[in-house]
């Protein structure tokens, strides 16, 4: 017996990762943002490796470079760094504990901000402050909480509840 499949759900989550990621926050808040974006691109590397692959993170990087107003290139050259470590490690996240994936996409999130600060010193940009740093930490304990709710949407297990 196979399971329907929601094909749906991934361009639905990315539009809703993009949306998530321009959302004003206070001052205050704005260091603790996820990456919305990495986080649900994280999920589908995972789960769905024939749909989505490096080209396909370098595509969806392009559109949030296109919306946000960093630099070009810059969040496709980071999801592809992203779902390059993904792929070579899916083998063996897909049957951690949730407990377990956490940590490691909170060390694949931090991962990305020392991409993201090399970048910038590559290319001369202002760095990041310190407090950016922290942005890890609120994708590791937001995981979970991504992690079944796209799962439920792409196998659709929360019409049976």
Do not use: C, K
């Not at 919306?67 to 050259?77: F, I, K, T, Y």
């Not at 760094?81 to 897909?94: C, N, P, S, Y």
């Amino acid at each position: 017996m196979t399971r329907a499949r929601h094909h749906w759900v991934l361009p639905v989550s990315l539009i809703a990762a993009l949306a998530l990621s321009l959302l004003p926050l206070p001052q205050l808040l704005l260091p603790l943002r996820p990456y919305w974006l990495g986080l649900v691109l994280a999920y589908w590397v995972i789960e769905d490796p024939d749909r989505v692959g490096l080209g396909f993170a370098f595509l969806v990087g392009l559109a949030g470079d296109l919306v946000s107003d960093g630099l070009l290139g810059e969040q496709a050259l980071r999801l592809v760094v992203m779902a390059f470590i993904l792929q070579r490690f899916r083998a063996r996240l897909r049957f951690f504990p949730l407990s377990q994936q956490a940590l490691a996409v909170g060390g694949l999130m931090l991962n990305d901000r020392i991409v993201t600060s090399a970048i910038h010193v590559v290319l001369r940009e202002p760095a990041l402050p310190t407090a950016f740093w922290l942005s890890p930490l609120t994708g590791m304990l937001l995981w979970p909480l991504i992690f079944l709710l796209l799962d439920a949407l792409r196998l659709g297990s929360w019409r049976r509840r």
